[in-house]
């Protein structure tokens, strides 16, 4: 295939679209990256995977992206040791059971109930609440998903160092990107900038309302315990790694913008000081590591992918992801590919298509972990 792809960013996202369009035998394709493979959300997240969201849509969507992840996980070159683990809630008062009863209900109907349980049935936990385990969910390696896909397509697409900062486009067509001085001619130029969406396409005059909000993360030491599931309370989440740390971070709100990634001490006493208080055996653990990264948040709490009939034909978007955004990556990279190369509109592409901010047709997702 001659068409020239350009992608710019090199994350989850990104890798997998190149991906997906060196299968279909696309010989012309580029990346631009500004620093390096992985080095925004996609090489700072938690590497958890779910079907359970707060709306339909979403839920549906995971119905088809987590098993092509599982599918991935088992033929790439890097084992990204995907492993179903669940989620747990901890429902802390009755306004958390309601709202749980709620979701079971919407999950129930769509197949992918989970079970309300004790708390005290999990050994780990010092709580004796309720709790809600959705025990189909999990955690895979982030890092050796996006190196793994870019393991088999490396040699076979041309990748760029550089800012991308102007998009080129005549007689309502996109012709290129530009990356400092250079122009790099395109027939498609597709946006996954992740948390850096927004600011790209306002400084080209389209509107795409993706803003980074800062979170941090954090992994302690090792721990007799295992926290088999990434446990969720209204203040935050966490999970034991492969060699049984626990991994996780704050669930809070801040401003918007391009804070720098350092970590607080502030945040990182909140993750100790609950983790300390819920696990058996954590009580005088360490912190040995932390970082900060971006979720994108739009105003629906959803992805934006496909184009939208006010932009430049053959400009496409595919971003937005918020805190889960590396689990739909190789599935939103396949459907990326169908509708570029072959022209086929998954029905995600009308729920999740950027026109919906513009005719307001939001999706309210509201379970951002
Ligand atoms: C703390 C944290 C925990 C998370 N936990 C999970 C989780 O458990 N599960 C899950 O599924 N998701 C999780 N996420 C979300 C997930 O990481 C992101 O949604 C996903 O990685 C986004 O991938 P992306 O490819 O769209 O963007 P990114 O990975 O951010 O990639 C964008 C790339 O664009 C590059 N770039 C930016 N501007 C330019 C430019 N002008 N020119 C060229 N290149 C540029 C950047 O350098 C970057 O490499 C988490 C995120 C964070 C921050």
């Known amino acids: 295939m001659d068409m020239k792809v350009v992608i710019l960013g090199a994350g989850g996202?990104?890798?997998?679209?190149?991906?997906?369009?060196?299968?279909?035998?696309?010989?012309n394709v580029t990346i631009i990256e500004k620093t390096r493979i992985n080095y925004g959300s996609s090489g700072r997240n938690a590497g958890r995977f779910r079907y359970h969201f707060y709306t339909k849509e979403n839920v549906e969507f995971a119905k088809?992206?987590?098993?092509?992840?599982?599918?991935?996980?088992?033929?790439?070159?890097?084992?990204p040791v995907c492993m179903k683990t669940g989620y747990l809630w901890i429902l802390e008062d009755e306004r958390a059971l309601e709202a749980m009863k709620r979701n079971d209900s919407l999950w129930k109907?769509?197949?992918?109930?989970?079970?309300?349980?004790?708390?005290?049935?999990f050994d780990y936990l010092k709580s004796d609440g309720q709790c809600y385990l959705a025990p189909q969910d999990g955690s895979f390696h982030h890092d050796y998903l996006t190196f793994g896909l870019y393991e088999e397509i490396k040699g076979q697409v041309t990748m760029i160092t550089g800012e991308a900062d102007k998009l080129l486009f005549s007689g309502g067509k996109v012709r290129g990107v530009r990356v400092k001085e250079n122009v790099i001619?395109?027939?498609?130029?597709?946006?996954?900038?992740?948390?850096?969406s927004g600011k790209f396409m306002a400084q080209n005059g389209i509107r795409l309302p993706i803003e980074p909000e800062k979170k941090e993360i954090f992994i302690t030491e090792d721990l007799k315990y295992r926290v088999k599931p990434l446990v969720i309370t209204s203040k935050v989440y966490f999970s034991h790694t492969l060699k049984g740390e626990i991994l996780g971070g704050v669930e809070d709100k801040r401003e918007r913008g391009f804070l720098?990634?350092?970590?607080?001490?502030?945040?990182?006493?909140?993750?100790?000081?609950?983790?300390?208080?819920?696990?058996?055996?954590?009580?005088?653990?360490?912190?040995?590591?932390?970082?900060?990264?971006?979720?994108?948040?739009?105003?629906?709490?959803?992805?934006?992918?496909?184009?939208?009939?006010?932009?430049?034909?053959?400009?496409?978007?595919?971003?937005?992801?918020?805190?889960?955004?590396?689990?739909?990556?190789?599935?939103?990279?396949?459907?990326?590919?169908?509708?570029i190369a072959d022209g086929v509109k998954s029905r995600f592409i009308d729920v999740f298509g950027p026109e919906r901010f513009e005719k307001n047709r939001l999706v309210d997702e509201r379970m951002v972990i």
């Open 64 to 79: 088809e992206a987590i098993p092509y992840l599982l599918r991935m996980c088992r033929e790439l070159p890097l084992n």
């Open 185 to 196: 001619d395109a027939d498609a130029v597709v946006v996954t900038l992740g948390a850096w």
């Open 109 to 121: 109907s769509l197949g992918v109930g989970g079970k309300f349980m004790d708390c005290s049935e």
């Open 260 to 339: 720098d990634f350092d970590v607080s001490y502030e945040r990182l006493s909140i993750f100790l000081k609950d983790v300390r208080r819920l696990v058996k055996g954590a009580e005088g653990i360490r912190v040995l590591r932390g970082w900060g990264g971006y979720y994108e948040m739009t105003p629906d709490h959803s992805h934006v992918m496909g184009f939208s009939s006010t932009w430049p034909e053959g400009l496409y978007v595919d971003a937005g992801y918020s805190g889960h955004g590396m689990m739909f990556s190789p599935y939103s990279g396949k459907l990326m590919a169908d509708l």
């Open 13 to 27: 996202h990104g890798v997998s679209l190149a991906y997906h369009l060196v299968k279909k035998g696309f010989k």
